[in-house]
C-alpha cells in the first residue's frame, strides 16, 4: 500500500463547477500538509500549505485536513479553464522540508 | 525574491552517453536541495538531496549521482545513461527552517534513445 493514495483521474468538468480533489494517507505522523498545481511540461507551483486538522482558504481555493480520517481535500470553487493542470498533494511528518512524500496527482481538465 | 533555474530544458540523448543536469539557486543561502524525477503519469520520486555543500542523501539505487559544488548549485549526472532514465527531471529547494516546504525548477526533459 503507497503511503500516499491520489485518484488519477482525468477529471473533467465544466466551467464554473466546484471540484474536489483528494488524498488519503497511512502514516498518522504526517502534520505538514500541501497542495501544487502542475501545468503541462512545468515544474511544480505551490498552491496551498496547511499544518495539521482544519481549513485553509485561499481566494477560490480551500485546503482541508481530516487527520482523524487520514484525508485532505483541495476544493476549487468557480472553477476556470486556467485551472486545468495536474494537482498534486505532498505531506511530511517532520517540520523541515527534506522528505515530502507525493500523491501521483489528479489531472483536471475545465471545459468552458 | 528567489528563483531556481534548471538547465537544459530539453535533452535527447544516446543509451549510453554520460548526462549532467544543472540547477541553480539565487536569492537564498544554504538552501536545501532536492532532485525528482518525475516519470509520465506518476508521482514525483526524491533521487537526492542536499543539506549543505559536498552532503548528499541518495534515497534510491541507480547510476545517477548528484553533487553539490556550490551554495546554490546542483548537479545530476550520469556516466552512462539507460533507456529508463527517460523523464522529467526537476530540482527543487526549501528554506532550512521549520515549518518550510520545497519550491520547484522548471524541470529538464529526458529523452534517451
Known amino acids: ?112 | 525574491s528567489q528563483t531556481i533555474h534548471q538547465w537544459p530544458a530539453t535533452l535527447v540523448q544516446p543509451v549510453g552517453s554520460p548526462l549532467s543536469l544543472e540547477c541553480t539557486v539565487e536569492g537564498t543561502s544554504n538552501p536545501n536541495l532536492y532532485w525528482y524525477r518525475q516519470a509520465a503519469g506518476r508521482g514525483l520520486q526524491l533521487l537526492f538531496y542536499s543539506v549543505g555543500i559536498g552532503q548528499i542523501s541518495s534515497e534510491v539505487p541507480q547510476n545517477l549521482s548528484a553533487s553539490r559544488p556550490q551554495d546554490r548549485q546542483f548537479i545530476l549526472s550520469s556516466k552512462k545513461l539507460l533507456l529508463s532514465d527517460s523523464g522529467f527531471y526537476l530540482c527543487a529547494w526549501s528554506p532550512t527552517g521549520l515549518g518550510e516546504t520545497q519550491y520547484f525548477g522548471p524541470g529538464t526533459r529526458l529523452l534517451v534513445l
Request: proline share 6%.
Open chain 1, 1 to 112: 500500500q503507497k503511503e500516499v493514495e491520489q485518484d488519477p483521474g482525468p477529471l473533467s468538468v465544466p466551467e464554473g463547477a466546484i471540484v474536489s480533489l483528494n488524498c488519503t494517507y497511512s502514516n498518522s505522523a504526517f502534520q505538514y500538509f500541501m497542495w501544487y498545481r502542475q501545468y503541462s511540461r512545468k515544474g511544480p507551483e505551490l498552491l496551498m500549505y496547511t499544518y495539521s486538522s482544519g481549513n485553509k482558504e485561499d481566494g477560490r481555493f480551500t485546503a482541508q485536513v481530516d487527520k482523524s480520517s487520514k484525508y485532505i481535500s483541495l476544493f476549487i470553487r468557480d472553477s476556470q479553464p486556467s485551472d486545468s493542470a495536474t494537482y498534486l498533494c505532498a505531506m511530511s511528518a517532520s517540520p523541515g522540508a527534506q522528505k515530502l512524500v507525493f500523491g501521483q496527482g489528479t489531472r483536471l481538465t475545465i471545459n468552458p
